[in-house]
Structures are given as structure tokens and as C-alpha cells.
T-cell receptor
């Protein structure tokens, strides 16, 4: 079974700073997807970024980028120029690349607070 | 394009009752997944439906069931409610395997 671990329950940074959230996972699969989702106080789960394990290039979406280390089974999220609207719970998630395996396995989350 | 919608948004039930939650996916999406979110257990996968067939099931008792209709809308049913079923129930839709899942706003269920 796959497991996802987020070792930082809470983080807090000042607006405009850069912050990195950590995520490690355990799997025997070779092909899979990794995701970061954010859940603001409204509780709406929003997809931030996605990484395919077969791609060596790290995914980037505007101010959000990942550092994907497949051998180390590490998948960290970097938020540059953080904004107040980035305040949210951030979840790292794993999904197998297998027909019919449409199941996300989530970490416990990191509560990120951006201070003005 | 309209996002994933869930109804009702809030629900209060009594132990022993049953409840049905509804999820309408993004137009064109054929896969609907359900997740339970609680402070203690975090986000846990319940089940996934694709083209009216249940493809995956999480580790939940048989009191939790679901179905999907021909228009891809999905319902989740919980019978004989227990206090521990109090949670935020999230529905997510996608085109299918390998595609991102997009979440609805959730249904907050409180069992008293």
C-alpha cells in the first residue's frame, strides 16, 4: 500500500517570502502521479500542481514549483513570493498510473499561514 | 464551465438514520470519486465510479454505498449513521485514469 507523509504540520512565513513544504511517499510502483492540493478556509480543495513520475523535469505553475526526487521518493512544493491568499492547508497526494486506479492517497497536510 | 457541485452543503442527522449525498461532476467527466475528511483520520478514499460502475472501493464498512447514473451524477448513501460518520464528504470528478481530479465544495455531515 502507498503512504504519503508530510512532516510539517504547520508553517508560517511573512508575505513575499519563499516557503517550501515537504512530502515523502512510499510505493513500489514505478509509474504514478503526484499532486499538491490546497484547501483554504472555505474547504474547497484546489489543485495546485501535478507531476508525472516518468517526467524528469520538475513541474512549475506560476509561483508554484516542485522538487521531485524519484529515487528519494520526495516531492516538495516551493511557493515563491508568497501571498496572503496562499494561506491554506496543503495536501500532498499520490495516485497510481494504472487503468482504473483513480484513487488519491493523501498526506496529513501542512497548515500554511502567510502573515502580512 | 461549471465546477463540481454537491448537495446539500450542510446536513444534520441523528444516529441510526440514513443519508444520501449528491454530486454532479464537471460536464464531460465520467469518473466520480468520494472522500471522507475528518480531523482524526484526514482524507480517506471511499469509492470511485466510472460509467456507472464502481471501479475502486476504500476500506469502509458496507453502510457506505454509492451509485452513478447515466449522466455521470453520483450519489453516496450512508445507512445506520454513527457519531463517527460526522465529516466533510468531498466528491471529485475527472475524465478518467491519469487525469486530475477536481473537487466539489463538500457536504458537511453532522451526526448527533
Amino acid at each position: 500500500a502507498q503512504t504519503v507523509t508530510q512532516s510539517q504540520p504547520e508553517m508560517s512565513v511573512q508575505e513575499a517570502e519563499t516557503v517550501t513544504l515537504s512530502c515523502t511517499y512510499d510505493t513500489s510502483e514505478n509509474n504514478y502521479y503526484l499532486f499538491w492540493y490546497k484547501q483554504p478556509p472555505s474547504r474547497q480543495m484546489i489543485l495546485v500542481i501535478r507531476q508525472e513520475a516518468y517526467k524528469q523535469q520538475n513541474a512549475t505553475e506560476n509561483r508554484f514549483s516542485v522538487n521531485f526526487q524519484k529515487a528519494a521518493k520526495s516531492f516538495s512544493l516551493k511557493i515563491s513570493d508568497s501571498q496572503l491568499g496562499d494561506t491554506a492547508m496543503y495536501f500532498c497526494a499520490f495516485m497510481r498510473l494504472l487503468k482504473g486506479a483513480q484513487k488519491l492517497v493523501f498526506g496529513q497536510g501542512t497548515r500554511l499561514t502567510i502573515n502580512p | 464551465k461549471a465546477g463540481v457541485t454537491q448537495t446539500p452543503r450542510y446536513l444534520i442527522k441523528t444516529r441510526g438514520q440514513q443519508v444520501t449525498l449528491s454530486c454532479s461532476p464537471i460536464s464531460g467527466h465520467r469518473s466520480v470519486s468520494w472522500y471522507q475528511q475528518t480531523p482524526g483520520q484526514g482524507l480517506q478514499f471511499l469509492f470511485e465510479y466510472f460509467s456507472e460502475t464502481q471501479r475502486n472501493k476504500g476500506n469502509f464498512p458496507g453502510r457506505f454505498s454509492g451509485r452513478q447514473f447515466s449522466n455521470s451524477r453520483s450519489e453516496m448513501n450512508v445507512s445506520t449513521l454513527e457519531l463517527g460518520d460526522s465529516a466533510l464528504y468531498l466528491c471529485a470528478s475527472s475524465f478518467g485514469t491519469g487525469y486530475e481530479q477536481y473537487f466539489g465544495p463538500g457536504t458537511r455531515l453532522t451526526v448527533t
